[in-house]
């Protein structure tokens, strides 16, 4: 069974950091571009950052350009998104996705985050 299981979301205020965990199994970690996504209410879901294999290349949106960190560890099947600098804007359902050539993209169940003061 293909699992991603997302963590460490929860209250914080403005200027205030978290991150998140992405705990994956079921299929090859290492083999998998793995990102994070966010949907606020009303929104559409959005592509916050990805990061590739083998070469680790990541890529942001550019509303969290020099803020969040992307990384992941294969031996741990993990993924992280460090998160400093929070904004209100940045209140979301954080998701995991995990995508494999040639098969369809995972996603875990979201962990929320809400920046508030």
């Known amino acids: 069974q293909v699992q991603l299981v997302e963590s460490g979301g929860g209250l914080v205020q403005p200027g205030g950091s978290l991150r998140l965990s992405c705990a994956a199994s079921?299929?090859?970690?290492?083999?998998?571009?793995m990102s994070w996504y966010r949907q606020a209410p009303g929104k559409e879901r959005e592509l916050v950052a990805t990061i590739r294999n083998p070469d680790g290349r990541t890529d942001y949106a550019d509303s969290v350009k020099g803020r969040f960190t992307i990384s992941r560890d294969n031996a741990k099947t993990t993924v992280y998104l460090q998160m400093n600098s929070l904004k209100p804007e940045d209140t979301a359902v954080y998701y995991c996705?995990?995508?494999?050539?040639?098969?369809?993209?995972?996603w875990g169940q979201g962990t929320q985050v809400t920046v508030s003061s």
């Open positions: 079921g299929f090859t970690f290492s083999d998998a571009i």
């Open positions: 996705n995990a995508k494999v050539l040639w098969v369809p993209s995972y």
